[in-house]
């Protein structure tokens, strides 16, 4: 099965190309999208230095679904493993790890998760695995995900929500020592707080919405089930 890898970044002009290149050492991956979502700075250039890269240039700034969902559908892969632009201590061995679960078919979809990186990112992750930006999973399944475009860095909540009302099988790969920089070391402190405060409020608010119709769903069944059809 061929294997595309899908890279959605903004302003990682100084990080990119790093995975990029790991990327390409990769025994699993057959093709590399990088997709600068609107960038302000040169990332859209600093992907097309590296040799043998597709890259797509966003001529406005989509959100996070948005630029996975354009790296999709410009291939015809059958699997898609999406990586953030800016970690830190990605190899191959984790990349391969990712992928190779969904191409032998022991997994519908898996998640990298970050351990023994950095305290915080290891924290957050073991608190909300399911935010994970490293994932790998059918190409089908994820253009099935609704609202991919509207969703912006809430993707990996619509991922998850998809995979469980779908009975998707998902397991977790373990990423030893990968990590990535903080917002606030990024954009300096009030810009980086800012920008991670409205990434946290995107997630939470399709939570909610997220919730609402798990509930939702659950009270109509009950109605169903409660209900004496003549």
């Known amino acids: 099965m061929k294997v595309a890898a899908v890279v959605p970044a903004y302003n990682e002009e100084s990080r990119i190309g790093v995975v990029l290149n790991t990327l390409k ?6 093709e590399i999208i990088a997709v600068s979502d609107g960038s302000a700075d040169n990332t859209y250039e600093a992907a097309k230095a590296v040799d043998g ?35 830190i201590g990605l190899t191959p061995e984790h990349v391969d790890a990712l992928i190779r679960p969904v191409v032998e078919g022991s997994a519908d979809m898996s998640i990298g998760i970050f351990q023994a990186g950095r305290k915080w990112t290891d924290w957050a992750q073991k608190i909300a695995p399911y935010i994970s ?14 609202g991919l475009n509207e969703v912006r860095f809430g993707v990996e909540i619509a991922i998850g929500r998809y995979a469980r009302e779908n009975g998707l099988q998902t397991i977790r790969v373990p990423f030893a020592g990968v990590t990535h920089p903080l917002k606030e070391e990024k954009l300096g402190f009030i810009p980086g707080a800012a920008a991670r405060a409205k990434m946290y409020w995107e997630i939470m608010k399709l939570m909610r919405a997220s919730r609402n119709a798990d509930n939702m769903g659950k009270s109509s069944d009950q109605g169903i089930e409660g209900t004496n059809l003549p």
């Not at 050492?25 to 057959?30: F, G, L, M, Q, V």
């Not at 700034?61 to 970690?87: Q, R, V, Y």
Request: proline fraction near 4%; charged fraction near 25%; glycine fraction near 10%.
């Open 53 to 87: 890269i597709k890259v797509i240039n966003l001529p406005e700034n989509l959100g996070k679904g948005g630029a996975m969902l354009a790296g999709a559908k410009s291939t015809d892969a059958e699997i898609i493993a999406f990586f953030d632009a800016d970690l």
């Open 133 to 146: 930006g490293q994932r790998a999973l059918l190409r089908s399944k994820f253009l099935d995900v609704p």
């Open 25 to 30: 050492c990769s025994t699993t991956i057959d």
